[in-house]
């Protein structure tokens, strides 16, 4: 009794203790005015109103103040407020701001809004650096709403995602909010420390908002949203926009600012369209209110993105700072509509940093442990924009309904309903869970129509399967287990394999992660999959072309893996495998014709024999990954590696097979790849990927053991990024048991050219331009060199690629029409 009354006396000093200003803010009408910037004259202490005019402002202790209230489109006020202890209220009515529509004409001939722009483009790098580096405190909160969300999506039960939506559909699936103290230094160092963070409906949980994904800077030529978007006072601006001055007005600090209108020159360029606000003789940014297009992002279910942001002038250091910043979008598919708002303050700037050499490391982000736990009194007193009504609801529904909704007995009663088993399961599949306990066991069934696939060994063979999954009631441990059976059955063999997997993570900081599998499977001779069970089962049904060849696999083995430091990933692997031929046994085909299926020997494709003899080996291998420059974001339960894209990644391998049945299969091998990006900004972007090994005392190993390389006999492909892949290349005419190398590069122009040529701009795809090569010894050099175009399609479903591919080896080999397809991702 005596700690809770000294808790609570605790709590009224410090709430005595505190200075608050708050009200609300509206036009003469009386309409709620949101988005305001507020703070106080000659510091960064500032804050931002609601969607409903409402703000709240922290001062450090009473007395008087001169309140500044600031509003695209309304006169700046400055009000002198009183404050004593607690909370003092003040409201505010902001008068619209009469712009001087009088242009000043420096020359007749020159838009007065280019010479603004012009202006602004040589001063851009100098304003840039006055606010290159900074202390800040840090407030961000973001919301997702979803309208129009159906019972069933693609045959499966929606439900209300857990009381995030109501009878219509629709609600706020997501918000969250986080305090924290930011450290920067342009280009892109960032310290930050989050020091509160919420969750609606998860008070467990731990925000994923922070400043590294808000630094939006127009200073620079590019700001990357997905894309890289065009600045409309960048160093390329007047090939992208047209300037019209929209009005000007005298701000509070006695200061011209040009209110100048943003227009795109073509629609299909990553730009933005609205407005811009520089000040006279400085030309630094005082606003910006400016959206665009999905399309333009190259973001198809993005309908329209706004951003807005608000400047403070500080007149002991005579600059502008960004103080205010929102983000909204519309997005949609199939039918079901998203919004999403997100609100950032800064605050408390200082633009001198500590000399700290070891202020910026690779930990970008620190979520301090008890951030997630404070509670309503500390967030009312730290808040700085206030709920809205819709936010206030938010939090307190889904707090009760999240006490009710974890308790065993409604747990039980979910589980109890959705256990039931049906006759039909059989067939569908089936899962019981226990939500409490946090398990759930799985059957696959053998209904789907993925389910099955062909080739000529198996003929028709069905895949299903049984798991039992178990995450730890600690969230925090990061730990689940999970143990799966998969079933695969071929009828025209009649035979079962099978094979048993317990995977077991044990933690999200380091990733430490064991894996023992065993069983029986038919593998491809290339492990790496170079044709999907979808693609080759098409390709034989129609064509009589069996593309994949395939050997029995009987084996037992382990994986251990975890991050040894960030960005330093490892992997040992060991295994015994007994391997054996196998042969065709099916000619079946849907479409008739005269043509013979293919040998399963890939040495052999006309020969029937056996393409190795049955034989035992054991291997053993290290494989390792280093990303140069990965930075990470430490939670209390994991920690997010974040790659710098700036450097490449490299991986190393080496495996030793050894105890083959034959000593002749035992050999050793060393490999390695280096994968790299390379940005060019909205000129796009070449990635690349750089291979080669070597086998070693390897002259007489078994062909499944041979290097292969991931060719491709189809016209078809996913449609993704072809950095591990000849078209044209025939799946194992290349493979060696000596040393190798591949180059494999790809230039996406993000629609850079494309965009500026009349007719195919109206089609908002990408140019592709690749090239592949490939060098083993006692051949010559293999090279495919290809063009295309991505993201084809209509509307928001734009999920092809087409090329156009040659193939060279000391001279012209073949060309052909390649078709990606993206959805074969998700199918296989």
């Known amino acids: 009794m005596k700690k809770q009354t000294l808790a609570i006396l605790l709590f009224f000093v410090s709430f005595l203790g505190a200075a608050q200003i708050k009200g609300s803010i509206t036009e003469k009408s009386g309409v709620a005015l949101p ?35 600031q509003m695209l489109g309304f006169k700046t006020q400055k009000i002198k407020v009183v404050v004593q202890n607690g909370v003092t209220v003040q409201n505010v009515v902001l008068v ?105 409906g998860n008070d467990k949980g731990y925000s994923y908002n922070t400043a590294r994904s808000t630094a939006y800077d127009f200073y620079d030529n590019n700001v990357r949203f997905a894309t890289a978007m065009i600045s409309p006072i960048s160093s390329e601006a007047f090939s992208y926009y047209k300037y019209k001055i929209a009005g000007s007005f005298m701000d509070d600090s006695k200061q011209m600012v040009y209110k100048i209108q943003v227009t795109s020159k073509r629609d299909s360029e990553p730009t933005f369209d ?124 889904k707090d009760s309904i999240t006490t009710v909704r974890s308790s065993k007995v409604y747990l039980d009663s979910v589980d109890g309903k959705k256990n039931k088993f049906k006759f039909f399961d059989i067939i569908k599949g089936y899962t019981y869970q226990n939500s409490y306990k946090k398990y759930r066991l799985a059957y696959d069934g053998v209904g789907s129509p993925l389910s099955y696939s062909f080739n000529t060994v198996q003929g028709w063979n069905l895949n299903s399967g049984f798991g039992f999954y178990r995450e730890s009631e600690n969230e925090e441990s990061g730990r689940e287990y999970s143990v799966r059976l998969n079933l695969n ?66 084996f037992i083995s382990a994986t251990f893996s975890r991050y040894l430091a960030p960005g330093f990933y490892a992997s040992l692997q060991s295994e015994w495998s007994q391997r054996r031929a196998l042969q065709n046994n099916t000619d079946y085909t849907l479409i008739k014709n005269e043509d013979d299926y293919l040998s399963n020997n890939p040495l052999q494709p006309n020969n029937d024999a056996l393409a190795f003899e049955q034989h035992s080996l054991a291997k053993v291998s290290l494989g390792l990954r280093y990303n140069f420059g990965v930075r990470y974001i430490t939670r209390p339960d994991s920690r997010l590696q974040i790659r710098d894209s700036d450097y490449p990644t490299l991986y190393l391998n080496y495996l030793q097979a050894f105890a083959g049945s034959n000593s002749d299969f035992n050999y050793s091998q060393i490999s390695g790849r280096i994968v790299y990006e390379l940005d060019l900004n909205n000129k796009g972007s070449i990635a690349m990927q750089l291979k080669g090994g070597k086998l070693f005392n390897a002259e007489n190993i078994s062909f499944i053991d041979y290097q292969h390389f991931n060719g491709n006999q189809t016209n078809v492909n996913n449609g993704g990024r072809y950095l591990n892949v000849f078209n044209l290349l025939p799946y194992y005419s290349a493979s060696t048991n000596d040393s190798y190398s591949e180059i494999h590069a790809e230039y996406n122009d993000a629609g850079y050219f494309i965009n500026k040529i009349p007719l195919l701009n109206l089609l908002k795809t990408n140019l592709i331009i690749g090239a592949h090569q490939l060098a083993v010894p006692d051949r010559k050099p293999y090279q495919e060199f290809s063009i295309g175009l991505d993201k084809l399609g209509f509307g928001k479903f734009r999920q092809l690629r087409l090329d156009y591919v040659r193939s060279y080896q000391g001279g012209f080999v073949g060309d052909g029409i390649l078709f990606g397809i993206k959805f074969l991702n998700f199918v296989d």
Request: charged letters at 25%; glycine letters at 6%; a neutral charge.
């Open 35 to 69: 988005g305001v910037s507020i703070f106080i004259e000659g510091t960064y202490n500032g804050t931002s109103a609601n969607d409903q005019g409402n703000y709240f402002l922290q001062v450090t202790t009473p007395g008087t103040y001169t309140v500044v209230y």
């Open 96 to 200: 619209e701001e009469e712009l001087n529509l009088q242009e000043v004409v420096i020359n007749a001939k020159e838009n007065p809004a280019d010479r603004m722009i012009r202006e602004a483009i040589k001063a851009r790098k100098s304003n840039s650096e006055r606010t290159s580096k900074f202390t800040a405190d840090f407030y961000s909160r973001g919301m997702f709403k979803i309208k129009d969300l159906p019972k069933k999506l693609f045959g499966q039960e929606v439900g209300d995602l857990g009381g995030m939506v109501d009878s219509t559909g629709s609600g706020i699936i997501y918000l969250s909010e986080t305090v924290s103290k930011i450290v920067f230094q342009k280009p892109d160092e960032l310290k930050e420390t989050i020091i509160a963070s919420k969750v609606s």
């Open 274 to 397: 609205g407005f811009i606000y520089i000040v006279d003789d400085s030309y630094a940014i005082y606003a910006v209110d400016l959206s665009t297009k999905g399309y333009r992002m190259r973001q198809e279910f993005i309908d329209t993105l706004t951003i807005t942001q608000q400047f403070a002038f500080n007149q002991a250091s005579n600059l502008w700072s960004k103080n205010v910043q929102a983000l909204e979008f519309q997005a949609g598919a199939f039918g079901i509509k998203f919004t999403g708002k997100f609100n950032y303050v800064y605050s408390n700037y200082n633009f001198e940093l500590p000399t700290d050499k070891k202020l910026f490391g690779r930990e970008m982000v620190v979520v301090e442990r008890e951030s997630n736990k404070k509670d309503d009194s500390y967030w009312n007193q730290f808040r700085p924009i206030p709920l809205t009504n819709e936010e206030f609801l938010d939090y307190k529904k």
């Open 489 to 554: 059955y071929g009828f025209a063999e009649d035979r079962l394999r099978y094979s048993l997997r317990y995977n077991h993570r044990f933690n999200r900081i380091n990733n430490d992660e064991l894996s023992i599998e065993a069983g029986i499977k038919a593998e491809q001779f290339n492990s790496a999959q170079p044709i999907s069970p979808l693609v080759n089962s098409v390709a034989s049904l129609f064509f009589k072309n069996n593309f994949m060849k395939l050997y029995n696999r009987e």
